[in-house]
């Protein structure tokens, strides 16, 4: 073989051409193909909402829209949090990296106390996957399947956040997977802003 | 660049890690391959019991009857059974051999290697991918083994029917939630797959392997795996809805006002066409998903035994990806005959014949490929030039398809079925004839019998020919598909003769699949033993020794110094110049 280097202007190998490593670029595409899943539902829901006559708005301002603000806070405050481990584990700071890291899981474990009590108060009311006491049963369908879908990415991502801490803790962990967990987590946090609209604002009772 | 013996990797030693659980992307492919090979074999053999019922409507068959008594009471397949056959016949081949054999098989063995790396990015993901779809296939069979069987929905499982149980027909019990299992399994494998082929492609090209300087089948798996990163959450969302509708008691897909096995259906609110668009935002990806490798291949090897560089590389490459990119917004061509705006219906139609554009841009230049070059009629060439005599003929019965005036009578009668299977089944399925021809002793240090493969080209292309040229008559004629009878018709009577003859034609084509099976295995043993390059082609699969070591490229990265298909360069001593050969080592500048 030829030891002359290809020209400058070409890809000289390696494995960040595009400055993100594998693991980056593998969670952004993750990221991009989950958000489909979820676009899917969610257009699926609208499709039924638009396309049903009785279409319940069943949601009062206090308690409904309260607590799910709430829930959103704690949410919006968890990626905070992370914003803030990722920017500790850049500066090397690992201790402050996993004591933000650990906020974070409080906050979205806050976010899964107050939404399983959501779920259990409606279910109380006899909200079920197929009825509900207000109009078109696929209200509820869409209720607990987008929120629940949600809840379960939201578990994963408890999981996910406690082993990127306690590998940030020993030292086994990098900053970039810090820094791929944030991507994740934030993704959560951007699919809850989009359900919270649809699924609760919209459905504020007159 | 200087040898580097920390590059060297050994494979694993014991036989699990090397062979059944390997992260090796060589391995993986081949078990691909086996995984499709299996599904081909089972798939067409479903297609000839379907091909004696329609050819034969009223005789009886003893011995099917005592081997599956309750598919053939009396020894006459049942309709319901001819269903349930045509359901699995389907989906195992479109998910289990179209989707998985040309993309995650020969794209796992040959990805890496062209674009000179070593493994995929993520090696531990991709031996999960195998596995994933590996356990998908087993659910899917296991549905042939439960109270009612196999579901008998199709491959697109239109609710509401399969959104309602068993009371729904035989088989839409337990048979269609394992269907949907499986197929929710199966999209997640081809995600992570796909995933993993994207970044692959993205981050671990060698030096010199520019994008630009890409083999077109390299194009090709990189456009159909970002297809598939797109297309299949889609199926996995209206999957779970669908699920949800059969297991928890939602109605996504169930209107109001349905009576079904004479009972009423109380469950109301939702669409069962918001099954269909889900579905084929998904279905009209998926199939380039199946056709866009083998274009790659196609082009690889019509350039490879021409002797000529592939003409208009770059438009290839512009093609390749316009044909992905419109395949997400020409879904609602398939649903034409369901109730749509005939507005709506324009735009789609308009939307669906712009992929000629492309497809013919990719059509003429492969004939000018072929233009003027020092044509080697080779197994692999014959069965690549099928794959443009397909891809032609199919696609121009698409540009009918997709008009809704013709479509509205053409919908679902035998000449889809015979669009289909030439543009999405037969082209694809050739592709992958003319990879394994090309590619085998590259992959087992073997070459299979060139005389061999000739004969299985020239039985098939005629054969399937037979098959599906009289095929489209049957559908002008007004014959519907999915029915496993259809003399009670009288005004389809008189094609009884047309349907028999298809059957003919069709065990045909089947049995000379079984020379291509024995020239595999015979020449997997016995075959003619190759040297590193015995095509005198110019990519890096062709650097390395056949078969390639565990590690690929042993001590050294190759570096890459000019494109993928300089064959006939003038003044080169030899009509091919490698990928790897420096500018001045051959002639002066």
């Known amino acids: ?206 | 660049m200087t040898p580097d013996t920390a590059l060297h990797v050994d494979a694993p030693k014991s036989f699990l890690r090397r062979w059944i659980f390997s992260t090796d992307h060589k391995v993986i492919g081949i078990q691909y391959i086996l995984l499709g090979l299996f599904s081909a074999i089972l798939g067409t053999s479903l297609s000839m019991l379907m091909r004696l019922r329609l050819a034969w409507p009223e005789t009886h068959f003893p011995l099917l009857e005592k081997l599956m008594p309750e598919g053939f009471p009396g020894g006459v397949m049942s309709p319901e059974f001819y269903l349930a056959v045509l359901t699995i016949h389907g989906t195992i081949m479109v998910f289990f051999l179209l989707t998985t054999v040309p993309l995650a098989g020969f794209g796992n063995y040959f990805l890496p290697i062209q674009i000179g790396a070593r493994d995929m990015a993520f090696p531990v993901l991709n031996m999960l991918s195998f596995w994933t779809t590996f356990v998908a296939l087993l659910v899917l069979l296991a549905s042939l083994f439960v109270e009612g069987g196999a579901p008998i929905s199709g491959w697109t499982v239109y609710p509401p029917l399969s959104a309602l149980g068993k009371i729904a027909g035989p088989g839409l019990g337990a048979g269609q939630t394992l269907w949907l299992c499986s197929i929710a399994t199966f999209c997640a494998g081809s995600m992570m797959g796909a995933l993993n082929f994207i970044v692959t492609t993205l981050n671990m090209r060698t030096a010199g392997m520019s994008l630009m300087r890409m083999p077109l089948t390299v194009w090709g798996w990189f456009t159909a795996a970002s297809v598939a990163l797109l297309a299949f959450p889609v199926l996995l969302g209206g999957g779970i809805l669908l699920l949800l509708d059969r297991l928890a008691g939602t109605s996504f897909f169930l209107a109001a006002g349905m009576v079904v096995s004479s009972k009423v259906i109380t469950r109301s609110g939702g669409s069962p066409i918001l099954w269909q668009h889900l579905f084929w935002f998904f279905g009209h990806p998926e199939v380039y998903i199946i056709i866009l490798p083998g274009m790659g291949v196609t082009s690889h090897i019509l350039s490879t035994f021409s002797r000529k560089p592939v003409f208009a590389y770059k438009a290839m490459v512009l093609a390749i990806f316009s044909i992905g990119f419109i395949g997400f917004i020409v879904w609602g061509h398939h649903m034409f005959a369901s109730g749509m705006s005939p507005v709506v219906g324009m735009v789609f139609s308009l939307l669906t014949l712009t992929v000629g554009v492309p497809s013919a841009i990719k059509v003429f230049n492969w004939l000018a490929t072929l233009w003027g070059g020092r044509i080697q009629c080779t197994a692999a060439m014959l069965y690549a030039l099928g794959f443009v005599s397909f891809f032609v003929s199919g696609g121009v019965t698409g540009l009918l398809l997709a008009q809704p005036a013709i479509d509205v009578y053409f919908h679902d009668t035998y000449f889809v079925v015979a669009h289909f299977h030439i543009i999405m089944g037969l082209a694809a399925v050739f592709s992958i004839f003319a990879a394994l021809q090309f590619w085998f002793p590259k992959m087992f240090g073997r070459h299979m019998s060139e005389t061999l493969g000739k004969l299985h080209f020239w039985i098939t292309i005629v054969a399937v020919y037979a098959i599906f040229i009289p095929m489209h008559f049957l559908g002008m004629a007004g014959a519907p598909r999915r029915y496993a009878q259809f003399t009670e018709f009288v005004y389809l009577r008189n094609l009884q003769g047309l349907a028999t003859h298809i059957s003919w034609a069709a065990f045909l084509a089947g049995a000379a699949q079984l020379i291509l099976l024995f020239n595999i295995f015979y020449s997997l043993w016995k075959g003619k033993k190759t040297i590193d390059n015995p095509w005198s082609a110019t990519t890096l699969e062709w650097v390395i020794s056949s078969p390639p070591p565990h590690d690929n490229f042993g001590d050294t990265d190759p570096v890459v110094h000019r494109g993928p298909y300089e064959y006939s360069v003038p003044g080169d001593p030899t009509d091919f110049t490698l990928q790897t050969t420096a500018p001045d080592s051959r002639r002066p500048q």
């Not at chain 1, 693991?23 to 049903?52: E, H, N, P, Q």
């Not at chain 1, 006899?126 to 209200?139: D, E, H, I, M, T």
């Open chain 1, 1 to 206: 073989m030829i030891a002359t280097p290809p020209a400058a202007h070409l890809w000289n190998g390696g494995s960040s051409p595009y400055g993100v490593g594998h693991k980056k670029l593998g969670m952004w595409l993750f990221l991009v193909s989950d958000s489909i899943t979820f676009g899917a539902l969610l257009i699926s829901c609208m499709y039924a909402r638009v396309s049903s006559p009785n279409w319940p708005t069943p949601f009062p301002a206090w308690p409904s829209i309260a607590f799910a603000s709430l829930m959103t806070l704690c949410l919006l405050t968890s990626s905070l949090t992370m914003v803030f481990a990722v920017d500790a584990s850049k500066r090397g700071d690992r201790r402050a990296a996993v004591r933000n890291i650990l906020w974070t899981v409080l906050g979205g474990a806050a976010f899964m106390v107050l939404h399983a009590n959501e779920w259990l108060r409606l279910i109380a009311e006899g909200v079920r996957p197929w009825s509900n006491p207000w109009g078109a049963p696929l209200f509820s369908a869409a209720f607990f399947t987008l929120t629940g879908l949600h809840m379960v990415h939201v578990f994963t991502g408890l999981i996910y956040l406690l082993i990127v801490a306690t590998g940030t803790r020993s030292g086994k962990r990098t900053h970039e997977d810090v820094e791929i967990c944030g991507l994740y987590w934030h993704f959560v946090d951007l699919v809850w802003m989009f359900i919270f609209p649809l699924i609760y604002l919209m459905s504020v009772s007159q």
